[in-house]
């Protein structure tokens, strides 16, 4: 499938010989959900609003869905594309349903259609209907943040542009609004561009990361990539800062996740089959329990007892995993689908050990003899 996205050597000059973007080439492949992080000021958001034709590009291309962004009609263009930015600006005389079927009405959709499609994606946002009819000032920051998201996917867009959604909210709204918007994602299969300072949110939403300085993309790639084949000395430093440890926070459950476990169906306890593994054990020394949708139930040992274990989720960070292991007693941990509790595998202590030593490997090649 061809990109979403391109960007070609893309420029943009402000007066004053301000080189805001600088020569940047890459691509967004459909269904991506693309972080660009870097330091204040260094073109994250001049970046996204090339993509709208908010800011034009001095020199180079950017081509959307194929074509030119200077080809498209920057209206249409405009209501293609979903954006989110921190202030949503909401319209205050407006009520919910007709803030987020804004667009809609411009185009001259019909009200019957346009009140489904509110229907829709209030549900999408996880709202009551009741909520339609609520007006922005009776609305929290969190939620106004949530009909911003509804009215960016009103037109049904395939790409979704957000600018630092989340900056203004709290710890809690934060972290709520960004398992959201990971469901979502994972629902809608929109590409998304968001520009984050935080990289603890973009680790925890992209699928690639873009790091930023001044004007220039230095590399894309996933946090994997980003952490063991850095293109740039500012990459290693931007993400490992904080030394060997840190990368326990920029880890996550599923970049270890071993997916061959052994499995026996309830109500099949006692079974040959769990027999069979009782007598033939992997040497890890646990059974996992799941229901006939393979939804995690408990974990038992050879003996048949039930374990105290720890779950996670592919998205919990190593340091996190550690800890609920620590807490289970166990030297390894669960890890289900977070909607639905699926089992998807097990993560172990010894991988993430060799995960580490392959980081500390690369580390100390750098050290001198
Ligand atoms: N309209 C403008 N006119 C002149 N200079 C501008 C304009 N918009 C942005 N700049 C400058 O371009 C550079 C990049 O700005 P931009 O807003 O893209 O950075 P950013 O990485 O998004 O920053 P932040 O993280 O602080 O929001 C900055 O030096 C900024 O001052």
């Given at each position: 499938m061809p990109p979403v996205v391109v960007f070609r050597e893309v420029t943009k000059t402000y007066p004053g010989n301000i080189r805001a973007v600088d020569g940047v080439s890459f691509?967004?492949?459909?269904?991506?959900?693309?972080?660009?992080?870097?330091?204040?000021?260094?073109?994250?958001?001049?970046?996204?609003?090339?993509?709208?034709?908010?800011?034009e590009p001095s020199s180079g291309s950017v081509y959307v869905e194929g074509k030119e962004v200077m080809e498209w009609d920057p209206i249409e263009l405009r209501r293609r594309i979903g954006y989110v930015i921190q202030q949503i600006g909401l319209f205050p005389h407006l009520n919910v349903e007709e803030n987020i079927t804004y667009v809609l009405s411009i185009m001259g959709v019909p009200y019957p259609v346009r009140r489904e499609k509110a229907r829709e994606l209030?549900?999408?946002?996880?709202?009551?209907?009741?909520?339609?009819?609520?007006?922005?000032?009776?609305?929290?920051?969190?939620?106004?943040?949530?009909?911003?998201?509804?009215?960016?996917?009103?037109?049904?867009?395939?790409?979704?542009?957000?600018?630092?959604?989340?900056?203004?909210?709290?710890?809690?709204?934060?972290?709520?609004?960004?398992?959201?918007?990971?469901?979502?994602?994972?629902?809608?299969?929109?590409?998304?561009?968001?520009?984050?300072?935080?990289?603890?949110?973009?680790?925890?939403?992209?699928?690639?990361?873009?790091?930023?300085?001044?004007?220039?993309?230095?590399?894309?790639?996933?946090?994997?990539?980003?952490?063991?084949?850095?293109?740039?000395?500012?990459?290693?430093?931007?993400?490992?800062?904080?030394?060997?440890?840190?990368t326990l926070h920029l880890l996550t459950a599923s970049e270890v996740l071993e997916e061959s476990v052994p499995v026996v169906r309830e109500g099949r306890v006692g079974s040959p089959e769990e027999n069979f593994l009782s007598r033939h054990p992997d040497g890890r020394g646990f059974v996992l329990v799941v229901d006939e949708k393979k939804r995690f139930l408990g974990a038992k040992n050879e003996s048949g007892e039930v374990l105290r274990c720890a779950t996670v989720t592919p998205f919990t960070p190593l340091e996190e995993v550690l800890r609920a292991m620590f807490v289970s007693g166990q030297t390894w941990a669960v890890v289900v689908d977070p909607e639905g509790g699926k089992l998807l595998g097990v993560v172990d202590f010894r991988s993430i050990c060799s995960r580490l030593k392959a980081y500390c490997g690369r580390e100390s090649e750098k050290m001198p003899s």
């Open positions: 691509e967004l492949e459909e269904g991506e959900f693309l972080c660009l992080i870097g330091p204040s000021g260094c073109g994250k958001t001049t970046l996204l609003k090339m993509v709208n034709r908010l800011v209030l549900d999408i946002i996880g709202f009551e209907e009741s909520y339609l009819r609520r007006f922005p000032r009776e609305l929290s920051g969190g939620e106004k943040q949530r009909v911003g998201v509804a009215r960016a996917l009103a037109s049904d867009p395939k790409i979704v542009l957000m600018d630092e959604p989340f900056g203004a909210l709290d710890q809690i709204s934060k972290e709520q609004l960004q398992n959201e918007l990971l469901r979502l994602h994972r629902r809608l299969g929109k590409t998304i561009l968001f520009v984050t300072h935080d990289l603890q949110e973009a680790i925890k939403l992209s699928t690639r990361i873009g790091i930023m300085k001044k004007g220039r993309v230095l590399q894309v790639g996933t946090v994997q990539e980003l952490l063991f084949s850095p293109a740039d000395p500012f990459v290693e430093e931007f993400l490992g800062a904080k030394g060997f440890f840190h």
